[in-house]
């Protein structure tokens, strides 16, 4: 579980985060959702510590991150994957040399384990055989998915996902969730996801939280949703026409 | 100028982690064969080209120029090795070699940055300025010596293909290259390509390292690298002569 407690940043006057304080619990997929400029991005960075922050304080199971130095940061980093909004797979790198990278850099494992490994984490997101391709070859979707791949290839314990849906089609965006879902419960992960994508909302959304203005509006799960009456999160989440037709004919 | 002074600090920083333990000597040494190859081996060709040309160009302005019969023609010879020696190689085919390996360095970095590769290695708790830019100056500090000794080579060789064509003899060309011969003028040469590339490596993956936005942005970054690396190089330069010739 990572808990975030009264976490501020700002970025020289402007306040993107203020006061936030929230529970991310393991074995579910905890969604942030906003508009753009929301402030949700940032809050992903601290998260996973891009960003430092000004006030407050994160705890990966009870681990307070500020209390912690270099080598515990870098120890806890490698309990965390995260799914970038690109995949950020290194172009110069094979799908199956991204996915043994992690586990070259920081484990001792022979050639033969990690290449099980390897893939182990291919067949997990569907695609064996994909082994010996570029980055330059793959689809967006396949991209995402051997990101995933590398994201759970030292079986972490936390899964950091950022717009994972964006740039994808309809039928590979639910192929997407489903898999960030089932890796989420399979290996019990404290995931949490950044999107933009009501779909996903729907779909995944086992802990979901509204941000606004840099201010956690609204929290509650997907079957919550539907039925708030905070009017920024309904504007966010009904902007669409079809969620708009969807909320008349009173779906759930 | 509190810009600059601001740059001149984040390089700094940035050198500071860059100079750390390789997490991994197995994994370090790979990529550091796989950049003599990148910044080395794959520069060898247009380096030898022009030094080859240079030098011929060199020796046959020499030619026209010293045509009295009162001054020896070994002296061609002798004109072509110091100027090849004391510059051309190390200078010139530094300003080349910022501009071939520099933009490489620079925008191969920025395009890891914007697409989010760096952050992915910072996340997997890998010093991301250690791993990509280490390898680069420490192989650029090994080999472009190498370069610079073959292209003084290649430009005497040059330079007496050169001269033969406008009819200094062999006998005369080999004699000016023998004269008056200080072994210190190679060490000088030597000294200066090791700053230069280390000047050449560090600020091209300095540039790289910070490019924020997107292509049009590594583009930018791959120019200023060049061109702050040549003027760099230029002044270090002077400074290594005031210091090392005087």
């Known amino acids: 579980m990572i808990e975030v407690q009264s976490l501020s940043k700002s970025f020289k006057e402007n306040l993107v985060l203020d006061n936030i304080s929230v529970k991310l619990e393991r074995g579910k997929t905890n969604l942030i959702i906003g508009e753009s400029g929301s402030g949700k991005t940032t809050f992903l960075k601290c998260l996973i510590g891009l960003h430092s922050i000004d006030n407050g304080e994160i705890l990966f199971d009870n681990r307070k991150f500020s209390k912690m130095n270099d080598k515990n940061i870098r120890k806890l980093r490698q309990e965390i994957g995260v799914l970038f909004q690109g995949g950020a797979l290194y172009d110069y790198l094979s799908v199956e040399e991204n996915i043994m990278f992690p586990l070259n850099m920081f484990t001792k494992l022979s050639l033969k384990e990690k290449r099980e490994r390897v893939n182990f984490c291919l067949s997990k997101v569907n695609l064996e055989k994909t082994n010996d391709l570029f980055p330059s070859e793959l689809s967006g979707g396949m991209t995402k998915r051997v990101a995933i791949a590398r994201a759970i290839a030292l079986n972490p314990k936390y899964l950091f996902c950022d717009e994972p849906n964006s740039g994808l089609d309809p039928k590979t965006a639910i192929l997407i969730d489903n898999l960030i879902l089932e890796i989420t419960e399979e290996f019990n992960i404290t995931t949490i996801v950044n999107t933009h994508d009501m779909n996903s909302v729907i779909q995944i959304g086992s802990n979901i939280l509204f941000i606004h203005h840099g201010k956690i509006l609204w929290r509650g799960n997907k079957n919550d949703l539907t039925k708030s009456k905070n009017n920024e999160l309904n504007n966010f989440v009904f902007a669409s026409k079809l969620f708009k037709t969807l909320r008349n004919e009173n779906f759930t | 100028m509190l810009k600059y002074i601001k740059e001149i600090g984040r390089y700094f920083i940035l050198m500071k982690k860059v100079f750390s333990f390789p997490e991994k000597k197995d994994i370090f040494f790979k990529q550091l064969f796989n950049e003599f190859e990148k ?138 290259l023998q004269t008056e011969f200080s072994p210190f003028y190679v060490s000088y040469s030597l000294i200066k390509t090791v700053v230069f590339a280390f000047l050449i490596t560090s600020i091209s993956a300095f540039y790289g390292y910070f490019t924020k936005g997107g292509a049009l942005e590594v583009g930018k970054s791959s120019t200023t690298a060049v061109v702050n690396s040549s003027i760099l190089i230029l002044i270090f330069n002077f400074i290594i002569t005031e210091l090392l010739l005087t």
């Open chain 2, 39 to 176: 910044v080395g081996l794959s520069s060898l060709s247009i380096v030898l080209i022009i030094s080859f040309f240079v030098g011929g160009v060199v020796t046959i302005q020499q030619a026209i120029n010293i045509d009295d019969p009162l001054i020896p023609k070994y002296l061609i010879g002798f004109v072509t090795r110091d100027a090849l020696i004391l510059e051309f190689s190390p200078t010139m085919i530094a300003l080349i070699l910022a501009g071939k390996v520099g933009s490489n360095i620079a925008s191969e970095i920025g395009s890891m940055r914007i697409s989010e590769q760096i952050d992915a290695l910072e996340i997997m708790g890998i010093n991301s300025a250690s791993y990509l830019v280490l390898p680069k100056i420490i192989a650029s500090i090994l080999f472009f010596p190498i370069l610079v000794i073959l292209s003084i080579f290649i430009g005497i060789f040059g330079g007496w293909i050169g001269g033969i064509s406008i009819g200094v003899t062999t006998a005369d060309f080999v004699l000016g």
